[in-house]
Structures are given as C-alpha cells and as structure tokens.
C-alpha cells in the first residue's frame, strides 16, 4: 500500500470536510424544523404498528404471523382464542400450509390486497375480522372464497385481528390469523406504545442534540480558549488558576457533576449543557496554554515584538490562529460529540425532563418495551450519523489545516 | 510514593468540596425555608463510623445506618466492574498490540488492532444497547442466576471496551519503542523470545495509561451500572437523584465513595508502574 502524500491527503481531507459540512447543515436544519414545528397528538389504537415499508419491516421485526390447524369440531370462536368446549387445536409450526405472509399495514382510502400461496390444496376460504379498540367486526375487508385473495379498502383507521381461514382435503381447517393496521399517516418506523409515529416522535428529539449543544461547545471551546491563550501568555496567576481549575473539575468524574447539575436545575437542557462545557473546558484550555507556551518564545514572536505589533494581536493572529486553529477545530467537534452523548446517554438513563422529546428517549422508550427494534435501531443510527458528521468534520478541518500538507 | 500519596489526598479534598457544594448550594440560594444541616450531619455521621469501623448505634437515623450496611455491597459491585473491565481490556489490548507492533507488515494484524480502535471509540450507550437487543433477539434463556452472571459480563465487557483502544495504540507504540532497545535487539538477534522482556517492560507506560484514565473508568462505570442494573455506587447515585426530596447525604456518600475508588485503582497503577520501573524508583 503507497503511503499518503500531500495530494492524497489534500483530497481526503477536502471530501471528509464537504462531507461533513454537508451532513451539518442537514442536522441544523433539521433541528430547526423540530422546534418550529409541534409534536403530534397520540393515536392509542395504533400501539406497535409496523413500518409501512416492507424492507423496513423486515429488518425491524413486526410482522407477526400465527398459523395453525384445527379439526372439524372446533367452531369459529377458537380461531380468537374463545372458549369453544369441544375444540381441539394443534398448532402445528414446522410444515406450515401458508407459503407467504399478508402485509401488516394498510393506508385508508388505498386498495389492500393479499393473495395467499399454499402448499397443499385449501378450499372454501373464510375470513373473521375483529376491531381491538371496540370488538366490532368490520366490513370493508372481504375474501374470494376460491382462490382466498383478500381485498378491502379500509374506511377508518384501526387495529384489526384477522384469520384466514382454508379449508384442507381432510376436512382440517389452515388458519392464518395476522394483526392489521390500517392508519392515514404513512408510517416510517411504525408507531410506539402510545400510537405515536416514531419517525416524527425522532425528528422532534433532535431537537435536543445539535443546537443545545452549541452552549455546551461556546463554553468549553470559547471560554478555554480564551483562558488557555491568557495564562500561556501571561503566566503566573492565570497559569495557576487555570492548574486550580482543572484540579478541580477533574476530581470528580463529569458525567456526575453533570447529573447533579441537572437535577438540582430540574433536568434544564441549557444548564446541563452549561455543565457539559464547564467539565469539558479546562482540558481545553490546558491544551490552548500548552500550545501558547510554546510558541510565545519562537523566533517569530520575538520578531513581531520587535516591529511593534501588540500582544493581542501577536497571540490571536500569529499564535492562535496560524498555530492552534487545527487544535481548536478539533476540540470543537470532540466537544459537539461529547454534549450530545452526554445528553443522549442521560436521557436514556431516565435522567432528564421526560417532557421534553429527546433521543435518548427514544431509546428508553424502546428498552422498556422489551427492546423494540422498531425504536431503538432509528435512534441508535441517527446517533451514528452525528457522530459520523463530527467525526468527518474534525477530520476535514484537521487534514485541510496541517502543515504536512 | 510520597507525592502520589499528595496528590490523592489533594484530589479527595477537592472531590469532597466540590460534591458537598454542589449539593449544599440549591438548597440555601433563594431560599425562605430555615437552613438544614440534617443531610450533612447524616452524611458525616457515615464517614465518621466508616473511618471509625464501627457500626452506628440503635439510635441513629434508619436511613443513615441502611446506607452505612450498604455500603460496603455497593463497593464491591462497583469494585468488581470496574477491575473487571481493566482485566478484559488488558487481556485484549496486550496481546494484539504487541502482535501488530512485532509484526508490522502483517496486514491481518495490523487490521485487528484497528478494528479493535475503531470499536473501542464507539459510544458505550450504542454498545450497551447493541449487545442487549441482540441478547433479546437470541432469545437466550437463562436462570435467573446464570442471566445475572450474563448482564455482569455484558457490563465489563462495554465498559473494558472504552478502555481497549487506547490501551491497543499505547502498547503497539511502547512496544515498537521497546524492540528498539539495543539489548532487545541482541536478544532476538540471538534468537531467543523476547516476549517476556518486551512484556515486563510494557508494564509502566500501561499501568501510567491505566492510571490517566481511571476518571473516565469510574465515569464510564457509573452509566454501565445504571444500563445493566448492576446495584452499585453509581446506580445508588442515580436512585438518589431520582428522588423527589432528592437524597443529598447518599449522593455525597456515594459520589466519594466512587472518587476513593477511582483513587485506589490510579494509585494502584502508579504503583505497578514504580516497581517494574527501576529508574522512577531511583
């Protein structure tokens, strides 16, 4: 493998940044949108409804299909669960007659359709339909008793039972029983256990991440860039004080200063945030006196000095920026990282005000109900996609800045 | 030994001020209500009787002397994770850094160390949430013993991972620095292993790694408790920020409890490393 040159790094650099800039500006605007727009109200016969889209649906899980045989002396209440006396039900799992499974989810006012495939002969084809919400049994869904197609356009929306039901050469009845969710949203994620869509629930969680996260990032890159840069030139008591400061911030682990300073703020965003910077500042400003330290003996310093140049502009214009902006970009988009995890993992902890939409809520929502993947993989990637901007941005900026070039 | 000694003893001071002020100060700014001292009393009563050994008389305050009996459960649940956590990064980190760096053209070395990096930088709460729908998912039935020895592991399996990463990158470098060594180079050029000379002298700049990165251990140690139900000092925290009085002397307790900890261990390390060291000794 070639080592990378100054070219090849050039360009890596350049895509990484574009790349990164590109998936910022998305994630603002996205946060933006979600404090503009208002969280929509629960639909509580729509809990645990599935992914309009199948591909999703076959990732995230929710197509739950029950199939079974039953014997002639059983009557159509079995086919619920009900109490027949004289049924006699075999569920039978490994050499099940249905070759393919009905679609879940049905759009109001669109044509569902579901023509089933067998692999032995079935007959006389029935259907039984129950509403959950109140156990009235709908008409709009009807069967071809030949063939077995189902065809129905949904007039409301609602959760429904349904079993299909065939009819075998030995007189044995093939059920297929399925839960169907007819809704006028479109359904990207499905919806939570309070109807909700979880798409939209997700996009007024970001509202949480990038933007507050700003306050967290001013404090910690803004402010320790200021106290780092004034105690590496100045010395002495501001070099002591920032010693005093990081000794002690870091005694404590952060993310317990953090928590404390949420709850005893009543789970406030900003003052958490605020707590985020403060925990993350004085590695910063260590970093930015370091880097001061250095340079403020060079040869080049000592030079401007000499032509009259103040020191403020000396350490802001020569130090700081031709020195220290890669350091700075690069602790930026670490200390973006830094606040959003901190508040996704404390939301997800149960930690923050569970009125206001966050992520980590998502998650937590998700984990209390047995680990839905429907919740908990979105979530889980928007995570990784904010991290991946950070991620590319810092990379970017680091590449696009370094003297090796 | 001396100015490590200092040091930690400078550190508790600090994490005591800081802890009792943070706690202290919402209760008494802006407030109309008589100042109370009872949850400092209590939290001092505690640390009394833990200096002291002894255990708190019939008359004392129940909560108190629950948290004190507590107490010493919680520790070592926090204890057993977080050396739990260091021994697996440890057993994965040493051996894969010295492979890479004593075989640096070896691509699928070379390529194990940086998976092993890129996984460790994952976020723990993604990992955490990974293994444990997958768990789901498998549908692994346990008892409920065997399930609770599985969550244990799970946990110091996430928080070790934070920790494998920059253990992997400071080995390949301090071994690549050691196989530099004039006398390292004569031992295997006389054909003898070198693995048990490479292996002793790794054991400062890990044991000065571990040590750097005890407070993010500790941190990382309080959310895997909470993630896996593992009733330790961190979980004890987080029960009392959820209650409504929150409960002051427990977080105070348990948040010094948790900094004596992260002490023990860095010293610990600091202290592997003065004896493999003979020049830091001199």
């Known amino acids: ?405 | 030994m001396w100015p490590m000694l200092r040091q930690g003893a400078v550190t508790l001071a600090l994490a005591v001020a800081v802890v009792v002020g943070i706690v202290a100060v919402p209760e008494y700014v802006g407030s109309d209500a008589p100042v109370s001292l009872g949850w400092f009393q209590r939290a001092a009563l505690i640390f009394s009787h833990v200096v002291r050994g002894e255990l708190p008389e019939a008359s004392a305050i129940t909560r108190t002397t629950q948290l004190y009996r507590d107490l010493p459960q919680l520790l070592t649940q926090s204890t057993t994770l977080v050396i739990g956590a260091m021994c697996c990064a440890l057993v994965v980190a040493l051996p894969t850094g010295m492979a890479t760096a004593m075989a640096p053209y070896n691509a699928r070395r070379r390529a194990a160390a940086r998976l092993l990096i890129a996984v460790s930088s994952m976020p723990a709460i993604v990992w955490a949430t990974v293994l444990l729908l997958t768990s789901l998912k498998l549908e692994i039935s346990l008892t409920t013993n065997a399930r609770l020895a599985f969550l244990a592991a799970l946990a110091t399996l996430v928080l070790g991972d934070r920790l494998v990463g920059d253990l992997t990158a400071r080995v390949e470098s301090a071994t690549k620095e050691l196989l530099d060594e004039p006398y390292l180079r004569t031992v295997r050029a006389s054909g003898f292993h070198v693995v048990r000379h490479v292996a002793q002298g790794l054991v400062p700049p890990v044991a000065d790694a571990v040590a750097s990165r005890t407070l993010f251990l500790i941190g990382g140690a309080i959310v895997v408790e909470r993630l896996f139900d593992i009733r330790g000092l961190g979980f004890r925290v987080f029960e009392s920020l959820e209650a409504n009085p929150i409960e002051r002397e427990l977080i105070v307790v348990c948040a010094i409890g948790l900094v004596v900890l992260g002490l023990v261990v860095r010293s610990v390390a600091t202290g592997a490393a003065l004896l493999a060291d003979g020049r830091r000794r001199g």
């Not at chain 1, 350490?315 to 995890?341: D, K, M, P």
């Open chain 1, 1 to 405: 493998m070639t080592p990378p040159t100054a070219a090849t790094r050039a360009v890596g650099g350049s895509r990484s940044l574009i790349a990164g800039v590109v998936l910022f500006v998305a994630l603002t605007l996205v946060n933006l949108l979600a404090y503009a727009s208002e969280p929509s109200a629960s639909d509580s016969y729509l809990k645990f409804a599935p992914s309009h889209i199948a591909l999703l649906r076959s990732v995230l899980g929710g197509e739950r299909v029950r199939e079974y045989l039953e014997t002639p002396a059983s009557s159509f209440g079995s086919a619920f669960g009900g109490a027949s006396g004289e049924a006699d039900t075999a569920v039978t799992t490994d050499a099940p007659v249905y070759t393919t499974r009905p679609s879940p989810v049905a759009r109001v006012g669109a044509l569902y359709r579901y023509a089933p495939a067998t692999r032995q002969l079935l007959k006389d084809f029935r259907l039984e339909m129950r509403d959950q919400a109140d156990e009235s049994t709908p008409a709009w869904l009807t069967v071809d008793p030949a063939t077995g197609t189902v065809t129905g356009t949904p007039d409301r929306a609602g959760t429904f039972e349904v079993s299909l039901i065939g009819s075998l050469e030995d007189g044995r009845a093939a059920v297929q029983r399925f839960t169907l969710w007819s809704d006028t949203r479109f359904l990207l994620f499905g919806t939570d256990d309070d109807g909700r869509d979880i798409a939209r629930g997700l996009f007024h969680a970001a509202r949480s991440t990038v933007i507050p996260a700003a306050v967290a990032v001013i404090i910690a890159v803004g402010l320790g860039v200021l106290l780092g840069a004034v105690s590496g030139y100045s010395g002495g008591v501001a070099a002591q004080s920032l010693g005093g400061l990081t000794a002690v911030v870091q005694s404590v682990p952060g993310l317990l200063l953090i928590a404390l300073a949420g709850r005893l703020s009543e789970w406030n965003l900003l003052v958490m945030m605020a707590a985020v910077g403060l925990v993350m500042l004085p590695e910063t400003a260590s970093g930015v006196r370091e880097l001061v330290e250095r340079f403020r003996r060079r040869d080049f310093v000592e030079a401007a000095r000499e032509l009259g140049m103040r020191d403020s502009v000396i350490l802001w214009n020569e130090i700081i920026w031709h020195n220290g902006r890669q350091f700075i970009a690069s602790r930026t988009c670490q200390a973006y990282t830094f606040a959003v995890l901190t508040e996704v993992t404390l939301s997800f902890l149960g930690l923050t005000d569970s009125l206001t939409p966050s992520v980590g809520r998502v998650l937590l929502v998700g984990r209390e109900n047995e680990f839905r993947a429907t919740m908990m993989v979105p979530a889980l990637a928007y995570l990784l996609v904010v991290i991946s901007c950070f991620a590319l941005l810092e990379r970017g900026l680091v590449l696009r800045w370094s003297r090796r070039r």
